[in-house]
C-alpha cells in the first residue's frame, strides 16, 4: 500500500515543480514565446542553450503542463497568456527572455549549431568534402566517390580525396547516398536551431512571419521616411529641433540673394554687392571695347 502511494506522489510533485517552474519563467519575463523544438537532437539543444545563457530561459515541458501553467499564472498573478492555449500543438518548449520579440528572434537566427544532413534536406549553402584522408577503408565506398565524381585516391588502404570538391550546390536537394556518406565522414552542412512558432509581448501575439525583418531595408525605409518628413518640413517651414537648422539657413541665403540682387548694403552684403558690380562693370568694359 505505502510503496503504490510512494509511486503516485513522486510524478505528481515533480509535474508539480515543473509547473511552479513555468510560472515563475512565464511571470518574470517580458517576453514569451514558443519554440519548435522537433527534430532537435539533445546534444545539439544542449548547445544551444548554453550558447543562450544569460539572454533567454527555456523550458521543456508537456504542452498539458504549459497549458496548467498559463491556467494558474492568470489566477495567482493575474498575467493572461491564454491566447498561447490554443497554440499548444507539436513538440515545444517555453522560452522567456527581457529582449523585444524581435531581438529574441534575430538572437535564434545568429545562434543555430551544425546538424547532420537527411535524405532531401535542402543545402543551405555549398557541401564541400574537403581533400584529406577520409578514414574510410577502400572497397565499395569507391564506387560512390566515383559515382559522385570525387576525384580520390588509395593510399595504405584508406581513401583520399585528392581535391577540394562541391557534391551539392546550395538550395539543392540533398541525396540519400550522400547524406550517408557525409554521415561517415563527419560532416554537417546543415544548421539546427530554435524556431519561433508564436511569441506574446505587452499584450500581442507575433507570430514568427511578423517577426522576420529585414534590419537594412527597414534602416533605408525609416532614412527615406525621416529625409521626406525633413524636406516637408523645411519647405513648408515647420519649425522642428531637427528642421530648424536648415530652415534658419534656407532664409538667411534667400535674405542674402535678396539684399545683393537689390543692392542693400549690410555688412554680410556689402563684399557680395561690390563683387556684382565689379563684374558687370568688366562685362561692360568688355562690350564698350567690342
Same mark, same amino acid.
Given at each position: ?38 527534430? @532537435?537532437?539533445? @546534444? ?12 533567454? *530561459? ?9 497549458? &496548467? ?13 491564454? *491566447? ?5 500543438? %507539436?513538440?515545444? /518548449?517555453? =522560452? ?8 529574441? $528572434?534575430? @538572437?535564434?537566427?545568429?545562434? &543555430? ?6 535524405? %532531401? ?8 568534402? #574537403? ?10 565506398? =569507391?564506387?560512390?566517390?566515383?559515382? !559522385? ?35 561517415? =565522414?563527419?560532416?554537417? #552542412?546543415?544548421?539546427?536551431? =530554435?524556431?519561433?512558432?508564436?511569441? !506574446?509581448?505587452? %499584450? ?12 537594412? /531595408?527597414?534602416?533605408?525605409?525609416? +532614412?527615406?521616411? !525621416? +529625409?521626406? /518628413? ?7 517651414? !515647420?519649425? +522642428?529641433?531637427?528642421?530648424? #537648422? $536648415? ?16 543692392? $542693400?548694403? +549690410?555688412?554680410?552684403?556689402? %563684399? $557680395? ?5 565689379? /563684374? ?11
Amino acid at each position: 500500500m505505502s510503496i503504490s502511494v510512494l509511486r503516485e506522489v513522486k510524478p505528481r510533485e515533480r509535474k508539480r515543480k515543473i509547473i511552479d517552474e513555468l510560472i515563475e519563467i512565464m511571470g518574470s519575463h517580458k517576453t514569451i514565446a514558443l519554440v519548435d523544438i522537433s527534430g @532537435l537532437r539533445a @546534444l545539439q539543444f544542449q548547445r544551444l542553450r548554453s550558447s543562450l545563457r544569460g539572454r533567454v *530561459q527555456i523550458k521543456v515541458a508537456k504542452n498539458s503542463l504549459i497549458r &496548467k501553467a498559463i491556467e494558474e499564472l492568470k489566477e495567482k498573478r493575474g498575467i493572461d497568456l491564454s *491566447q498561447l492555449k490554443d497554440l499548444l500543438t %507539436g513538440q515545444l /518548449a517555453v =522560452l522567456a527572455s527581457n529582449l523585444s520579440p524581435f531581438e529574441v $528572434y534575430a @538572437l535564434l537566427e545568429k545562434n &543555430k549549431v551544425p546538424a547532420k544532413a537527411r535524405p %532531401g534536406d535542402i543545402a543551405i549553402k555549398d557541401v564541400v568534402i #574537403p581533400a584529406g584522408n577520409t578514414g574510410i577503408p577502400a572497397g565499395p565506398a =569507391l564506387s560512390l566517390f566515383k559515382k !559522385f565524381k570525387i576525384p580520390v585516391k588509395v593510399e595504405e588502404g584508406s581513401i583520399h580525396v585528392t581535391k577540394d570538391t562541391v557534391v551539392v550546390k546550395a538550395g539543392e536537394a540533398i541525396p540519400a547516398e550522400i547524406a550517408e556518406l557525409l554521415g561517415k =565522414l563527419g560532416i554537417e #552542412p546543415m544548421e539546427a536551431g =530554435l524556431s519561433i512558432k508564436v511569441a !506574446f509581448y505587452e %499584450g500581442r501575439l507575433f507570430k514568427v512571419e511578423d517577426l522576420k525583418i529585414d534590419v537594412e /531595408a527597414y534602416k533605408k525605409r525609416i +532614412t527615406d521616411a !525621416f +529625409t521626406n /518628413a525633413l524636406s516637408l518640413a523645411v519647405n513648408a517651414i !515647420f519649425m +522642428t529641433r531637427e528642421s530648424a #537648422p $536648415y530652415i534658419i539657413s534656407k532664409a538667411f541665403m534667400e535674405a542674402m540673394n535678396l539684399a545683393v540682387n537689390a543692392c $542693400y548694403p +549690410t555688412r554680410e552684403t556689402i %563684399g $557680395y554687392i561690390i563683387m556684382k558690380a565689379h /563684374a558687370q562693370a568688366v562685362a561692360l568694359s568688355n562690350l564698350v571695347r567690342l
